[in-house]
Structures are given as C-alpha cells and as structure tokens.
T-cell receptor, first 113, second 111 residues
Framework: EAAVTQSPRNKVTVTGGNVTLSCRQT?????MYWYRQDTGHGLRLIHY???????QIGDVPDGYKATRTTQEDFFLLLELASPSQTSLYFC????????????FGPGTRLTVL | QQKVQQSPESLTVSEGAMASLNCTFS??????FRWYRQHSGKGLEVLVS????GEKEEGSFTAHLNRASLHVFLHIREPQPSDSALYLC???????????FGQGTKLSIKP
C-alpha cells in the first residue's frame, strides 16, 4: 500500500505570511501532485512534478511555488499568503502521468487570517 | 478544458433507501471515470472505477456510464449513516492524462 504523508495537518497564518506545506511518499513514485479543495470546486491541480528537480504548472498555480527536492519529498510554498488561499490541500503520488491510481495524503487545512 | 459537474449539490436519503448521484462530463475522449468518498476532515477513498459503457459494481456501490449522454452515475445500495460523506466524481482525459474532479455531492443518510 502506497503511503503519502503530509505535514502539518493544520496551519493558521496571517495575510502576507510565509508557509511551507510538506509531502512525503514512500512508494518510489515518479509523479507527485499538489491539489487544493474548496467548496463548490472539487480538487484543482496546483503543481506537479515527475522527479527530483522537476516542476510542472497545473491549473491554478498563481500565488504558489513548489519544489521537489528528492523523489520522496514535494513542498508547496506560499510566500505571501492571502485569505483566498485558505483551503484544504492534498498531496498525491502516482507511478506515471495519467496513472489511474493516484495515492492521496490525508490533507493539510490552511487558514490565512 | 474538460468540465465535470455533479448533481445534486447535497442529498439526504433514509437509511436503506437507494442513493443516486449524477456526474456529467464534457469530453467524449475521456477514458476513465471514478468515484471517491471523503468523510469530513479525511482523505479520499476510491469507491469504483469504470472504463466502458454499462455498469461496474464494487460492494454496495455501482457506477453506471453512458458515454453518449456524457453521464456517469453512482448508485449506493442500502446506505448506512456511516456512508454520510462528500462524494467526488473524477474523469481522466487520456490525452491530457490528468484527473479532473467535480465539485462533489454531500450525502447525508438519516437513521
């Protein structure tokens, strides 16, 4: 069973704050993804990566940076957090692009005051 | 860009009664359709994945795909209060590769 962990599970920051969300997968998957989930929108893809050092832009990238430091670790960075970025963030991994099996982490709830 | 819409936004049914959820998509080249369940504050649990027109059953969950009408349904047989959750439809476009999610249906099961 693939394992995807996220930290922190909850985070509160203020407008303009600097936030880093962490994701680790232990199944040697090549692809990792960051999604945000908002009421009325389902899950939307922010960024994804197919390996260490690689970054691809998703559908809603504005205001977010990401970095894949190793095959296991993928970080989402909010350098000037805004209230519109209050959301539930999910990380996922898969062994290939378009793979049907995406393994999701438990989510990080971020509140920007 | 693929559009995936779910209806209704929320649904309340009595315990043991059939629950039916609807998902419409816009791209007929979509090749895989899946339903996820998300309990409050939790991650995503895949329920059923379907490729071809017709039905696919997994336990008490049945997905019904009609590609011509651009619909995929989820039927939940004899739901229990523990099935109360947000249900998400996701559609894969083979050429693009990524999953596109609907906005979800919040299902409540009354004891």
């Amino acid at each position: 069973e693939a394992a995807v962990t996220q930290s922190p599970r909850n985070k509160v920051t203020v407008t303009g704050g600097n936030v880093t969300l962490s994701c680790r997968q232990t199944n040697s998957h090549n692809y990792m993804y960051w999604y945000r989930q908002d009421t009325g929108h389902g899950l939307r893809l922010i960024h994804y990566s197919y390996g260490a050092g690689n970054l691809q832009i998703g559908d809603v990238p504005d205001g977010y940076k990401a970095t894949r430091t190793t095959q296991e670790d993928f970080f989402l960075l909010l350098e000037l957090a805004s209230p519109s970025q209050t959301s539930l963030y999910f990380c996922a991994s898969s062994d290939a692009w378009g793979a049907l099996e995406q393994y999701f982490g438990p989510g990080t709830r971020l509140t920007v005051l | 860009q693929q559009k995936v819409q779910q209806s209704p936004e929320s649904l309340t049914v009595s315990e043991g009664a059939m629950a039916s959820l609807n998902c419409t998509f816009s791209d007929r080249s979509s090749d895989n359709f899946r339903w996820y369940r998300q309990h409050s504050g939790k991650g995503l649990e895949v329920l059923v994945s379907i490729f071809s027109d017709g039905e696919k059953e997994e336990g008490s969950f049945t997905a019904h795909l009609n590609r011509a009408s651009l619909h995929v349904f989820l039927h939940i047989r004899e739901p229990q209060p523990s099935d109360s959750a947000l249900y998400l439809c996701a559609v894969r476009n083979y050429n693009q590769g990524k999953l596109i999610f609907g906005q979800g249906t919040k299902l409540s099961i009354k004891p």
